[in-house]
Every structure is written in structure tokens, then in C-alpha cells.
């Protein structure tokens, strides 16, 4: 499953998703604490510092926010841009304040590295990179250019320059660490918020679908018998109006239009068929039915089932779960994509599990990935898997949603590669490339005597 098949709102646009409100309401909280230190300084502390500058400065944000208050609507979404000019003006006001209050021998400079960690979070990684710059030169320029701490007598209050360098070094680290510790998680979230997103949204497509089907299997079972019906007696009329030829050529018409009615119905449901008798299915026709839409796509697939020891002949009926199929296609396509000219899809069941294997004999797994395999955006394909995999720019969501969905399922899931050349019974086989195999627990997935067994029996006719 590509990413282009969804619209899914990646992690790297959400710069635009930050209301203004949220914004102001975090600025109105900066306001209070820089207020409330710059009274505690004078009130308690005694310290002479330009409390009018000061105020002046904290009042530019006052005005900021009542401006963009009274201006913009509250839920107004502000994009890429007026977030980094935001995040830039707190940064700025915040050095102006520290330029007039001591510099880096002002306790509260290590706050430089707030609107970095902001940025980080919620801005593209060139916004960070941009303010974190900002950020490390004002603190460099507040090192030597500041108006100094002194009390009302005059006596200044300064710590030694070895402490201002470690002030600076330790402001500089924390920029860095911080920013890459934040960036780093951030991206994690979004990727995996992403990924969860494309495969709700699989899920829900062939969810669609299977409804679908249902509807149109269960409107061919009724429709059945009628156009039997329609189909006998316009045969019958015809062979009476043998004598009457545009009589005849009528009912010969009405019976071909009902052969047309059917032969439609027919492959409409074959769409997805949700009646009773087609919400479950052998195993085998399951695992068919989702390898199907791969079949004339240059690449052979061979099918291998058979009970394990102790298994029935018969391969049990499972639930046609939508998430099932959805994530056994998914697995088929990638072992199609990248396979030299065969795929293998094996399939075993025994009376307490149920086991699906597919193999290709492509170059398989890269050997630094193997082990992340169904993470969302493990990698970026490289040309060279881009040319392997035409008309395909994957970020990793393919595995990744037949991971999610055959997991909701009750399956566990394991990658490998198969370069030993054997298979499981130790016979050679030329299946040396990428190798999955997905292990359900039999209860969860068959449709009989599992956890949740599906009823049986005549279907209800549809009525108004």
C-alpha cells in the first residue's frame, strides 16, 4: 500500500497546525513570570535595573497578544511561517530582556533554550536549525554586551568570567542537545501518528468494500430466482412465436437481457461478498482471494498448502476479516515487488494454529533494517529499489499497515531471509530471498469453533 493512495497529513506539515490561540495563551504565561521577577527584583531583592526598558520590553508582547487577539479569530490556524516568526519574536524580546537584566550573569538566560525546544517540536527541521543559530549567537553576543546586575548602592553583581563561559557552554549544549532530543522524538511521534492514520484509513477502504459486496452478494442470491424465472419463460415464448419471428426475436431479446443481468450481478459481487455463507471461507480461498490482484503482474506465485501433523485434511474455515485480507495482500505485493520471477505462498494449519508463509526469490531484507522491519518509515527507497519497485516512492507504511492490521487479528508476525536455501523440512528450494511468516493462534480466526464463530444457514431476504 503506497502513501499516495491516502491523503494522509504528514508529520512535517504540522507547523500548520498550531491554533494562535495556543500562542497567546503560552505568551500570557511568559508575561506573568517575566512581570512577576522583575517586581520580585525590585521589591524584595533591591536590585537597580531600567525598569522602564524592562516594562517597555514586556509590553510589546502585551501588545502582541492583544493585537492578534482582537485581529484574528480564536481558532485560527497559523502556518509554517507565522509559527517561526512567533517562536523568533519570543526568542528575541526574551535576549532584549536579558540584555537589559545582566546577560548571561542572569540566572534566568539558560530560558534561551525554550523557543528552541518549541521549534523542535512543533516547526520543519530547517525552522529549528534556524532559530537554534539565533539562538546560540544572541547567547554568545550576551557575553560581552549587557547592562550589568547592581543593587540601589551601587555594588555590581557579577560571577567570575570562567562561570560566564560555562553559563555559555552549558546554554550552547543544551540548545543542541535539546533541540536534536526533541526533534528526534517529535519525528518519531509524527511517523508513527502518520502511519496509523494510513492504515485506519486501509482498513476503512476495504471495510467499504466488503460492505459493498455484501450488498450486491446478497442482491444477486435474491435476484436468482427471479431471473431464472424471466429467462425460462421468455425461452419458453420464444420457441412458441416460432411462427410469429418479431414476436419471437422479443422474447429471445428478454432472455439474453436476463443472462446480461446475471453475468453482471455475478462479477459486481466479486467485489467483496458479505452474506452468510461468504462471511467466512476456507483458509485456502482466503489466502487466494487477497493474493489475487497480483496474479498477472510478471512474477509467478506458487501455492503449498497442507495440514501439519495432526492437522485435518480439510483446511478449516477462517473469518474473511477485511484487516486479514488487507494485510495478507499487502504482504504479497511487497514479496511481488521485489522478486525475481516467483513468489511462494505456503500455508499450514494443525488443530491449535494456523500458518502462513511467503517467500520470493528477490535479493531480500537489507541486513542493517532486518531487525525494524515493520516500523513506519523505516527507510526511504534509494533509486535502485525505486527502478525494482516502479511507480513506487515508499516511506515504509506498506509492511507496516500489514503488520497493524494482521497483529489486530491475532497473528505474530516474523522477517527473515532465506539464504540458506532450504525450507522447514530441510529440502533445497530456491525461495533465497525475504521470508514471512504470520502465525495465528487457530481460535481467533476460525470461523466454527473459534472465539468468535459466525452463524450458518439460509439467508434473511432482504425486505423494506
Not at 111 to 125: H, I, K
Not at 389 to 412: H, S, V
Not at 415 to 423: I, K, T
Amino acid at each position: 500500500m503506497t502513501e499516495t493512495e491516502f491523503d494522509v497529513l504528514k508529520g512535517q506539515d504540522r507547523g500548520n497546525w498550531i491554533r494562535l490561540r495556543t500562542i497567546i495563551l503560552l505568551r500570557w504565561g511568559a508575561i506573568g513570570g517575566q512581570l512577576a521577577a522583575l517586581l520580585v527584583a525590585r521589591e524584595i531583592y533591591g536590585l537597580s535595573l531600567e525598569y522602564g526598558l524592562c516594562f517597555l520590553v514586556v509590553g510589546t508582547s502585551v501588545i502582541g497578544n492583544l493585537v492578534a487577539s482582537f485581529i484574528f479569530p480564536e481558532n485560527k490556524r497559523l502556518s509554517e511561517v507565522e509559527n517561526l516568526l512567533m517562536v523568533l519574536f519570543d526568542l528575541l524580546q526574551l535576549c532584549l530582556l536579558l540584555y537589559l537584566t545582566g546577560g548571561l550573569h542572569n540566572p534566568f538566560s539558560i530560558l534561551v533554550v525554550g523557543p528552541v525546544t518549541v521549534s523542535a517540536m512543533a516547526l520543519t527541521g530547517r525552522s529549528t536549525l534556524f532559530i537554534g543559530s539565533v539562538a546560540i549567537g544572541l547567547a554568545t553576543v550576551l557575553t560581552e554586551f549587557y547592562l550589568p546586575l547592581q543593587t540601589w548602592d551601587g555594588t555590581q553583581l557579577q560571577i567570575a568570567d570562567i562561570f560566564v563561559f560555562g553559563q555559555w557552554l552549558a546554554i550552547v549544549i543544551a540548545i543542541v542537545f535539546l533541540g536534536i532530543y526533541s526533534r528526534w522524538i517529535a519525528t518519531e511521534l509524527h511517523s508513527m501518528s502518520d502511519a496509523l492514520q494510513a492504515t485506519q484509513m486501509a482498513l476503512a477502504r476495504e471495510q467499504k468494500l466488503t460492505d459493498l459486496g455484501g450488498v450486491v452478494a446478497a442482491a444477486a442470491h435474491e435476484l436468482g430466482t427471479p431471473l431464472a424465472t424471466i429467462k425460462l419463460t421468455s425461452s419458453e415464448l420464444a420457441d412458441d412465436l416460432e411462427d410469429r419471428p418479431d414476436l419471437a426475436e422479443d422474447a429471445r431479446l428478454i432472455r439474453d437481457q436476463a443472462d446480461r443481468c446475471r453475468d453482471i450481478l455475478r462479477s459486481m459481487g466479486r467485489a467483496g461478498k458479505d452474506d452468510l455463507h461468504m462471511r467466512q471461507a476456507p483458509f485456502t480461498t482466503v489466502i487466494e482471494e487477497a493474493a489475487d490482484p497480483h496474479q498477472g503482474r510478471g512474477k509467478l506465485i506458487h501455492y503449498d498448502f497442507g495440514p501439519e501433523e495432526g492437522g485435518d485434511d480439510l483446511p478449516p474455515p477462517i473469518l474473511r476479516k477485511p484487516e486479514l485480507i488487507h494485510g495478507v495482500r499487502n504482504l504479497v505485493q511487497n514479496a511481488v515487488d521485489f522478486a525475481s520471477g516467483n513468489v511462494w505462498i505456503e500455508g499450514r494449519w494443525s488443530n491449535d494454529r494456523i500458518a502462513l508463509r511467503i517467500m520470493d526469490d528477490g535479493r531480500g531484507y537489507a541486513p542493517q533494517v532486518i531487525g525494524r522491519i515493520g516500523d513506519p518509515f523505516v527507510r526511504r527507497r534509494r533509486s535502485s529499489a525505486s527502478s525494482q519497485r516502479p511507480g513506487y516512492e515508499g516511506m515504509g507504511l506498506g509492511l507496516f499497515i500489514a503488520k497493524t492490521l494482521l497483529e489486530r487479528t491475532g497473528a505474530e508476525l516474523s522477517f527473515a531471509n532465506g539464504s540458506d536455501g532450504v525450507d522447514r523440512a530441510g529440502q533445497p528450494t530456491e525461495a533465497t530471498g525475504a521470508i514471512v511468516e504470520v502465525v495465528w493462534p487457530r481460535r481467533r480466526v476460525d470461523a466454527r469453533s473459534g472465539d468468535t464463530p459466525v452463524p450458518s444457514g439460509e439467508n434473511k431476504p432482504i425486505t423494506n
